[in-house]
């Protein structure tokens, strides 16, 4: 299965920036990744796409961030950037790392992987 490592969340007065990032990995495999996204949950909500990018470069955002996030990918890293600025209370929650494609190897076959998530808090 396809690993998703996430990094970057921590805690900034509204107003603030943070970086996220996503590593992908497999060992004894290789794969390949159809798409990228990045997804967050606040207590007490569901779950929510913030942002997604595609292996051919189409992004689309969530409404609530245009404008304040940007998506990035590193493909030579297997690594997912999201670049948060203008933070608001309202961006409080956990963040997500997805990614869906195709692994080779041993075992193939579709993916979906899920990283563990990483806490942003925005303060007033």
């Known amino acids: 299965q396809v690993q998703l490592v996430e990094s970057g969340g921590g805690l900034v007065q509204a107003g603030g920036s943070l970086r996220l990032s996503c590593t992908a990995s497999?060992?004894?495999?290789?794969?390949?990744?159809?798409?990228r996204g990045w997804y967050r949950q606040a207590p007490g909500k569901q779950r929510e796409l913030v942002a997604t990018i595609t292996s051919g470069g189409s992004i689309s955002y969530a409404d609530s961030v245009k404008g304040r996030f940007t998506i990035s990918r590193d493909n030579a890293k297997n690594t997912v950037y999201l670049q948060m600025n203008s933070l608001k209370p309202a961006d409080t929650a956990v963040y997500y790392c997805?990614?869906?494609?195709?692994?080779?190897?041993?075992?193939?076959?579709?993916?979906?992987?899920w990283g563990q998530g990483t806490q942003v808090t925005i303060s007033s």
């Open positions: 497999v060992s004894r495999s290789s794969f390949s990744i159809n798409a």
């Open positions: 997805n990614a869906a494609g195709y692994l080779y190897g041993i075992s193939p076959g579709p993916f979906d992987s």
